[in-house]
T-cell receptor, first 115, second 118 residues
Framework: NAGVTQTPKFRVLKTGQSMTLLCAQD?????MYWYRQDPGMGLRLIHY???????AKGEVPDGYNVSRLKKQNFLLGLESAAPSQTSVYFC??????????????FGAGSRLTVL | AQTVTQSQPEMSVQEAETVTLSCTYD???????LFWYKQPPSRQMILVIR??????QNATENRFSVNFQKAAKSFSLKISDSQLGDAAMYFC???????????????FGKGTHLIIQP
């Protein structure tokens, strides 16, 4: 199993440009999450989804939008990138039942630089 | 809101020795989960160990064990017989336990950088 796959792994943007990060999971997990990781800050939750067609705001949602049109995919969009959005972005997913319930499985991360 | 505090930005230990990483958290909930995740230089987040708050017995996974003190809201990670491959950032994380659906992810501490001296 591939688990959680994020694309792209690296991207450089100019201020004001837009882009979308794609997260795909093949574990049939119900819940999906987007986090950002900054030096000395740990991981902070941007948005999350508890099912297809549903999304909710996390701790740091400003400047980002998300969509979950299919259960296996969770998209993170930046409409007008700012240097403050330079970060490493992690997608994660989890199931609601069984031994793996409440354990997040993470993707490998996507490094975004905004100039 | 829940908060997770890791007071040790960096720890260093000799190979084969034992090291303990500290974590405290603040919550008004009685049911929750606690986790330790490891992040090596590859950047991949790897689950090390999990503890359910309703379980009094401390979780153990091979060389990794926790000391869970619910009243003190403390959740430390002990690594025995440290190996070079244990070098990484370690994150403590909290998750509220939900009944009937809904889950808003994990709250993470800022991490402890563990260095293993050969």
């Amino acid at each position: 199993n591939a688990g959680v796959t994020q694309t792209p792994k690296f991207r450089v943007l100019k201020t004001g440009q837009s882009m979308t990060l794609l997260c795909a999971q093949d574990m049939n997990h119900e819940y999906m999450y987007w986090y950002r990781q900054d030096p000395g800050m740990g991981l902070r939750l941007i948005h999350y989804s508890v099912g297809e067609g549903t999304t909710a705001k996390g701790e740091v949602p400003d400047g980002y939008n998300v969509s979950r049109l299919k259960k296996q995919n969770f998209l993170l969009g930046l409409e007008s990138a700012a240097p403050s959005q330079t970060s490493v972005y992690f997608c994660a997913s989890s199931t609601t039942s069984g031994q793996g319930a409440n354990v997040l499985t993470f993707g490998a991360g996507s490094r975004l630089t905004v100039l | 809101a829940q908060t997770v505090t890791q007071s040790q930005p960096e720890m260093s230990v000799q190979e084969a020795e034992t090291v303990t990483l500290s974590c405290t958290y603040d919550t008004s909930e009685s049911d929750y989960y606690l986790f330790w995740y490891k992040q090596p230089p590859s950047r991949q987040m790897i689950l090390v160990i999990r503890q359910e708050a309703y379980k009094q017995q401390n979780a153990t996974e091979n060389r990794f064990s926790v000391n869970f003190q619910k009243a003190a809201k403390s959740f430390s990670l002990k690594i025995s017989d440290s190996q070079l491959g244990d070098a990484a950032m370690y994150f403590c994380a909290y998750r509220r336990m939900y009944s009937g659906g809904g889950a808003d992810g994990l709250t993470f501490g800022k991490g402890t950088h563990l260095i293993i001296q050969p």
